[in-house]
């Protein structure tokens, strides 16, 4: 079984509420994600960053549900390289956590072979929860941020290597003789792969936004995540590749370094923006936002994908994160 099939076999047998970001349980929003070093970050990143990755990853669920921070539960399971760093990477938990609002208040610890990080978080709905299911054919297709970033941090941060690059700060050291332009943008495709922001002040906006009416976060990437959207929206979508924002200066840099922008954008995941819908147009909807959001597309009858590049259009294939893939 790949992941989508692992998902839909678990909701047939446990419960139809499973399929969400999270789950809606007498005006409380659950959810929970399990890291795990080598599959989902390895020890080139620094244990500050894998501990405050793994709180935002769940507070992105909560922001995709239109949810308010509350509680969150962690458990770790610790080799003996990270029992000599527990205490900074608690300190960073505690940090994020004030951060964002949200009180841990419990969890477990064990021995592991490799780093295991279990986080659970609880939120609360203040006006409405957000559905991936409700999705209508004309509704405008939005993404609330640039797309590629992650994708292209994740090249550049060395995550696939074995060697600490001790911070995102060290490694664009490494690179002064190439200009500061350039080491922003490194430095910034970093920050985002590895110390991404949740969107939970757009969801809970969102929410209280009668004519927005589906919501999911891009986690697996904009193609995986939209045909999720539409899966549990039983709708298909027509995306126009020039309207997808592009992570800041991708296009000027990412060639240096071997980067294909278009699949980083696409199918790059991790990126932790709200992929959602609306009736609204793109300057009404960022005029009641107080800030820009971005239409893409739209939602079609028709249960495709769609992608309209140069004048053709071309099924989209969902071809983002899958931990099975």
Excluded at 93 to 100: I, K, M, N, Q, T
Excluded at 119 to 132: C, N, Q
Aim: with cysteine.
């Amino acid at each position: 079984m790949n992941e989508a099939q692992l998902v839909a076999r678990v909701r047939e047998l446990f419960s139809p509420r499973i399929g969400d970001d999270a789950a809606v349980i007498d005006n409380q929003v659950l959810t929970t994600d399990l890291l795990i070093e080598d599959v989902d970050f390895t020890r080139a990143i620094p244990i500050r960053f894998i501990a405050r990755k793994s709180l935002a990853v769940n507070l992105s669920d909560l922001a995709a549900m239109g949810a308010a921070p509350a509680y969150a539960l962690l458990s770790l399971g610790l080799p003996p390289w990270a029992l000599e760093q527990a205490d900074e990477m608690l300190v960073a938990y505690a940090e994020a956590a004030r951060e964002y609002g949200i009180e841990i208040v419990g969890g477990d610890f064990s021995r592991a072979e490799k780093l295991t990080i279990s986080v659970t978080a609880i939120g609360r709905i203040v006006t409405r929860a957000l559905l991936r299911s409700g999705g209508r054919p004309g509704d405008r297709v939005y993404v609330s941020r640039p797309l590629g970033g992650s994708a292209t941090g994740l090249l550049l941060s060395g995550a696939t290597g074995s060697q600490p690059v001790g911070g995102f700060e060290g490694l664009s050291a490494r690179r002064s003789s190439d200009g500061y332009a350039h080491r922003e943008f490194v430095e910034s495709a970093i920050r985002r792969h590895i110390d991404p922001e949740p969107e939970l002040a757009l969801g809970l906006a969102l929410a209280r936004i009668e004519e927005v009416t589906s919501c999911i976060d891009v986690s697996d990437g904009l193609s995986s995540d939209l045909h999720h959207l539409c899966d549990a929206s039983r709708c298909g979508a027509e995306i126009e590749k020039e309207r997808i924002p592009i992570f800041p200066d991708l296009l000027s840099y990412g060639a240096r370094f071997g980067i294909n922008v278009k699949d980083a954008v696409l199918h790059g995941g991790e990126e932790y923006a709200l992929l959602f819908t609306s009736s609204l147009r793109e300057s009404e909807l960022s005029t009641r936002l107080g800030r820009p959001v971005y239409a893409i597309g739209r939602m079609t009858k028709a249960r495709q994908v769609i992608l309209k590049e140069d004048g053709l259009a071309r099924p989209l294939e969902p071809r983002g994160w899958d931990h099975f893939g």
